[in-house]
T-cell receptor
């Protein structure tokens, strides 16, 4: 069945360093969404990408959707302790339910 | 607006017991979902309801049943709980702002332990 693979599973950085998580699908996606889950909390929607090659920015966060619409990335510039949590990508093939990746858990030390 | 609410927040069951997890949303969303989250496994879809009156199986439906009671409410039932069903259960809903725009709003979760 359709799978959405996400790497790395864990990442530890020093505050101020950059962070990137990658998402790959075995099939072409109609769109991809990104969510953040703080420790002990619930997933919260960050953004959706729809177009091939799309790049969107939210302050220090940059989201990309690959040209083939099979991969995506989230890059955080100059991490802060408030960035701690698990970041999930979730991809949708047209007409099907959203499939979540297993997430990347980010820890930040000050 | 409360968004998506779930009850209970915590539950401990013995193997073989049954229970129903309740979920309600006040955003007039058509679609509702039940996920389970296990360490290292991400979010896995159990069942979803694209609209009132319809339900469909997700990735891991075995051992569960659902009821879309009305547009607001979507319940998840465990008929005979097993230790493998120990997990955090999240309910979510999404609206219809065009075919491709459908962010999901999650409830706070139910932490279930089956002994």
């Amino acid at each position: 069945g359709q799978q959405v693979m996400q790497i790395p599973q864990y990442q530890h950085v020093q505050e101020g360093e950059d962070f990137t998580t990658y998402c790959n699908s075995s099939t072409t996606l109609s769109n991809i969404q990104w969510y953040k889950q703080r420790p002990g909390g619930h997933p919260v929607f960050l953004i959706q990408l729809v177009k091939s090659g799309e790049v969107k920015k939210q302050k220090r966060l940059t989201f990309q959707f690959g040209e083939a619409k099979k991969n995506s990335s989230l890059h955080i510039t100059a991490t802060q302790t408030t960035d701690v949590g698990t970041y999930f990508c979730a991809g949708r093939v047209a007409g099907t339910a959203l499939i979540f990746g297993k997430g990347t858990t980010l820890s930040v030390s000050s | 607006n409360a968004g998506v609410t779930q009850t209970p927040k915590f539950q401990v069951l013995k193997t073989g017991q049954s229970m129903t997890l309740q979920c309600a949303q006040d955003m007039n969303h058509n679609s509702m979902y039940w996920y389970r989250q296990d360490p290292g496994m991400g979010l896995r879809l159990i069942y979803y309801s694209a609209s009132e009156g319809t339900t469909d199986k997700g990735e891991v439906p075995n051992g569960y049943n659902v009821s879309r009671l009305n547009k607001r409410e979507f319940s998840l039932r465990l008929e005979s709980a097993a230790p493998s069903q120990t997990s955090v259960y999240f309910c979510a809903s999404s609206g219809n702002r065009g075919r491709s725009y459908n962010e999901q709003f999650f409830g706070p979760g139910t932490r279930l332990t089956v002994l």
